[in-house]
């Protein structure tokens, strides 16, 4: 019972977070510096969350390392984002065996 | 508007797959934590979210204050917040109030950022596709996890927890390869990134992003503000 209002409590506070700006945000921006700021954001989220952790991702750095490279030389070539995460990931796989 | 829907399935198949691996480890640690499988399940089916999740088991194990769970998740699911206000200029014009309700469930960081690469606006039947496969591949690495622990072998769970950061790695490079001015923040961002991790060190995950996020952003925006035309995207 305890652990349900936990779990409740946990599901609220991050609903919260992610409705409130959804849907109370109507409005369109018109400040320049605004705009681009927000045109910004993901791509300096996603890379903030990749590195450095993606080389702690195998719990090994030379597993790491090779499938980052992977994942890098894919990506440069425009590959779709499945073909880029399961080639990383079994490049990783690989690296782990031949090792 | 069905196309739209199977569109959102497509594109969430890679962050649903993705899922399924982290979130498989997520059950393992839940079931360790004392929860059981019913109660692990329901974490990511209600909460949604990786970090938030995990500092949220630490608490209900420790025997944590609820105060305590609502000011941890605030602060490392705070950027949330600031997905929300950049999707919402992103959001069709058709997007009622309950419609978006129901697609604030959904805001992650990476359906963010798949919604984010998608040229125009977006459409509610899109958004609900590419939640709910995501969020299906969620909890079914839950549940299997806290049910079947043991049943991979470690080299196979270790080399899928890569393929989130691998799907990262291919939105953020083709962008970039285009535009300078992503780039810049896309290193900027990196640069902080390894400056918090490694300087400061007791800084935690969640508020690490938001700072580095909230600074590349602020930089890009002030060196390179976007042009009329880009506005539209």
């Known amino acids: 019972m305890k652990t349900a209002l936990y779990i409740f409590v946990m599901a609220l506070t991050t609903y919260i977070i992610r409705m409130i700006p959804l849907v109370f945000f109507r409005k369109k921006i018109k400040s320049r510096f605004l705009k681009s700021f927000l045109y910004y954001i993901p791509y300096a989220v996603l890379s903030a969350m990749t590195i450095p952790y993606i080389f702690y991702s195998t719990g090994e750095t030379f597993t790491a390392i090779v499938g980052t490279v992977t994942a890098v030389i894919l990506s440069y070539f425009d590959m779709p984002l499945i073909v880029v995460a399961l080639s990383a990931s079994l490049m990783a796989f690989i690296a782990g065996i031949l090792k | 508007m069905k196309s739209d829907f199977s569109k959102g399935i497509s594109h969430g198949i890679p962050i649903a797959l993705g899922y399924f691996s982290v979130s498989f480890g997520f059950g393992i640690t839940a079931v360790r934590s004392g929860l059981s499988i019913f109660q692990s399940s329901m974490i990511s089916l209600t909460s949604l979210t990786s970090a938030g999740q995990l500092a949220g088991v630490d608490i209900i194990s420790a025997g944590g204050t609820l105060i305590e769970m609502i000011l941890v998740q605030l602060t490392i699911n705070i950027r949330y917040a600031l997905m929300g206000l950049s999707l919402s200029q992103k959001l069709d014009s058709k997007f009622s109030v309950p419609q978006r309700l129901i697609a604030s469930y959904g805001i992650t960081d990476e359906i963010f950022a798949v919604c984010s690469a998608q040229n125009g606006f977006l459409s509610p039947p899109y958004m609900y596709g590419i939640i ?65 991790k490694y300087a400061f060190a007791n800084v935690s995950s969640g508020f690490a992003v938001i700072i580095c996020a ?20």
């Not at chain 2, 953020?172 to 400056?195: A, E, Y």
């Not at chain 2, 909230?214 to 390179?224: D, E, I, K, L, Q």
């Open chain 2, 132 to 196: 709910l496969i995501s969020a299906v591949g969620w909890v079914a690495g839950t549940t299997a996890g806290a049910t079947a622990g043991q049943l991979l072998p470690v080299s196979v769970s270790n080399a899928m927890g890569i393929m989130l950061y691998g799907m990262f790695t291919a939105i953020i490079i083709p962008p970039s390869k285009k535009q300078k001015s992503i780039l810049f923040v896309v290193c900027f961002s990196m640069t902080m990134s390894i400056i918090l």
């Open chain 2, 214 to 233: 909230v600074t590349a952003s602020m930089a890009g925006a002030y060196f390179f503000p976007l042009k009329d035309e880009e506005n539209q995207k």
